[in-house]
């Protein structure tokens, strides 16, 4: 099974930006959607952005036109570019490959801290 680790993460004022990354173990070219998560405490993990080896994105409302995913297949690796960053931005975020095996593959999370 694949294993993702992120990386990126940190502290940054409202408004800043920051470029995660996730660096799988293996080719993800044959992996159709990778896709981004995020968890803040006592709540459920909430999908933020997906995308497709064919490039075909999606993202939930609550970032649409702040984040973008991308991802280079060459390198193995997905990206989160977030723009325009507010306190509420401020959860762990997670890399995952989500239907890979019968619960997906997941990295172990990167802390994203906005100040005010």
């Known amino acids: 099974q694949v294993q993702l680790v992120e990386s990126g993460g940190g502290l940054v004022q409202a408004g800043g930006s920051l470029r995660l990354s996730c660096l799988a173990s293996e080719r993800i070219f044959g992996i159709n959607v990778m896709a981004w998560y995020r968890q803040a405490p006592g709540k459920q993990r909430e999908s933020i952005a997906a995308?497709?080896?064919?490039?075909?994105?999606d993202y939930a409302d609550s970032v649409k036109g702040r984040f973008t995913i991308s991802r280079d297949n060459a390198k193995n690796t997905v990206y989160l570019q977030m723009n325009s960053l507010n306190p509420g931005d401020t959860v762990v975020y997670y890399c995952?490959?989500?239907?890979?095996?019968?619960?997906?593959?997941w990295g172990q999370g990167t802390q994203v801290t906005v100040s005010s």
């Open positions: 995952t490959a989500p239907y890979i095996g019968l619960v997906g593959s």
């Open positions: 995308i497709t080896v064919g490039g075909y994105t």
